[in-house]
């Protein structure tokens, strides 16, 4: 745009004329406007745009991390439960007189409440796992935040 400002009147007869160093100007102008906004969207987009992208990343991260604490933590959740509605069945049986008449169902609820006891201690230590990942995603969002100037 601003070369064609100064071709306008360039090459004329006329070029000598009040016009033609007018529109001269008004090229120079542009083609110098141009660069000073080219240079700007660079640090526009190095200290704007790109900060910007990676805390909308980070805050993404931040919710894919607390979405799946949730879920394991409501998995854990759901397996103590179950884990203490076979212990209540457990100190059912017990308390039955004659443990031989329901030997068989009393081992198989006590077969059962092991295995749950093991799904609930891997439960537990997933779950820990991922409350540390979470408050490390945290922490790291509210270093980045902190030390970015504006946001």
Not at 31 to 36: D, E, R, S
Not at 56 to 75: C, E, F, S
Not at 116 to 140: C, F, H, N, P, Y
């Amino acid at each position: 745009m601003g070369s064609a400002f100064q071709q306008l009147w360039g090459e004329h007869e006329l070029s000598n004329t009040s016009a033609s160093v007018m529109y001269q100007t008004v090229g120079d102008s542009w083609g110098a406007l141009h660069k000073h906004v080219e240079g700007q969207h660079a640090f526009g987009v190095a200290f704007f745009d790109m900060p910007m992208e990676e805390l909308r990343l980070d805050v993404m991260a931040l919710k894919q991390a607390l979405k799946k604490r949730k879920k394991v933590v409501y998995d854990y959740t759901v397996k103590v439960k179950q884990s203490r509605s076979l212990q209540n069945q457990m100190d059912k049986l017990k308390q039955v007189p004659d443990l031989s008449a329901i030997a068989e169902k009393y081992y198989k609820v006590e077969h059962y409440l092991k295995a749950k006891d093991l799904e609930v201690a891997e439960a537990r230590q997933l779950s820990e796992t991922m409350g540390l990942r979470l408050t490390r995603v945290i922490e790291r969002y509210t270093i980045i935040t902190r030390h970015r100037p504006g946001i």
